[in-house]
């Protein structure tokens, strides 16, 4: 990650990673004892320009990209006799571009507030490795508004500041729960 100083009132902040990994686990939620193996690459990056335009008020402009990319997913259920069978085998590659925007500022000494919203385009691919008709692809976007208002008591005073904030978020559910329908379900 790095910083570029443009001026005293803005600055340029990069950042990336990758990172590359085998993992294999075994787990029971309940269900019986499961095993899943995968090798995974992650990479991804932001870019945000940070300006001060005013006394007190910060504008924060940028977006952040990545790429999850599980290859030879393997979902195994152990069976009655003691064997692991195989349930599920998948390749998926999950991109996402996110770009932002916030303003972060107070209004006189005792309010301060912080608006933004981030755009989410999603793409998810699954090649179903068992099954290749459950293959699918699924862009999805969704736009995650959100603001804060703090309010700040009079200095000297022993009250709390008091935080009020709404806002939007999504989860997406493992592609392979819709395994056999060919295709995903909302985020």
Do not use: C
């Not at 571009?97 to 916030?102: D, H, K, N």
């Not at 989860?171 to 392979?176: I, K, L, M, N, V």
């Amino acid at each position: 990650s790095d910083t570029w100083l443009i001026s005293n009132a803005s600055r340029v902040l990069l950042g990336a990673f990758f990172r590359d990994y085998d993992l294999t686990l075994q787990s029971n939620f309940g269900d019986g004892l499961i095993q899943q193996r995968e090798s995974r690459t992650v990479a991804g990056g932001e870019a945000a320009y940070v300006v001060k335009p005013g006394r007190g008020i910060t504008l924060m402009v940028g977006a952040d990209l990545r790429r999850d990319a599980p290859r030879n997913l393997e979902l195994k259920h152990l069976d009655p006799q003691g064997l692991f069978e195989l349930v599920t085998r998948n390749n998926f590659t999950f991109s996402f571009a996110e770009p932002f925007a916030s303003l972060d500022g107070s209004v006189g000494r005792h309010i301060r507030f912080n608006v933004g919203t981030r755009q989410e385009e999603i793409s998810i691919y699954n090649q179903d490795l068992l099954v290749p008709g459950n293959s699918f692809t699924k862009l999805i976007s969704a736009s995650m508004p959100k603001a804060t208002i703090t309010f700040l008591p009079p200095d000297g005073t022993p009250l709390p500041s008091l935080s009020l904030s709404g806002g939007e978020a999504f989860h997406t559910d493992d592609p392979r729960i819709t395994a056999g329908s060919g295709a995903p379900g909302p985020p």
